[in-house]
């Protein structure tokens, strides 16, 4: 069930990698798209649900989330600061 046919309002992509960044600090840019590869895949896994509504995309060197490699486009390294997402979108189940 989608958003638009009333389904649960889900965090975005740009949410959870600023939670990872603020739970694990200094990532590289692919450390970050690998982890946001892997939190949507446990979460279909565990609970049957996608955890964030962003197409993850195979690019050459591995999955990306478009939106959130634009957020970090030019950086060697990523911080919380530099991403605009809002880690308290998770919710305790997330």
Same mark, same amino acid.
């Given at each position: &069930?989608?958003?638009?046919?009333g389904?649960?309002? &889900?965090?975005?992509?740009?949410?959870?990698?600023?939670?990872?960044?603020?739970?694990?600090?200094?990532?590289s840019?692919?450390?970050?798209?690998?982890?946001?590869?892997?939190?949507?895949?446990?979460?279909?896994?565990?609970?049957?649900? *996608?955890?964030?509504?962003?197409?993850?995309?195979?690019?050459? /060197?591995?999955p990306?989330?478009?939106?959130?490699?634009?957020? /970090?486009?030019?950086?060697?390294?990523?911080?919380?600061?530099?991403?605009?997402?809002? *880690?308290?979108?998770?919710?305790?189940?997330?």
């Amino acid at each position: &069930m989608s958003v638009e046919e009333g389904g649960p309002i &889900m965090c975005r992509a740009i949410d959870v990698a600023s939670y990872i960044l603020n739970e694990r600090g200094r990532l590289s840019g692919y450390q970050l798209q690998k982890l946001l590869y892997y939190c949507q895949a446990w979460c279909l896994v565990t609970q049957d649900r *996608p955890l964030f509504p962003e197409v993850i995309r195979a690019w050459e /060197h591995g999955p990306v989330v478009y939106e959130v490699a634009r957020a /970090h486009r030019g950086r060697r390294s990523v911080v919380a600061r530099d991403i605009e997402g809002n *880690p308290l979108a998770l919710s305790a189940e997330d």
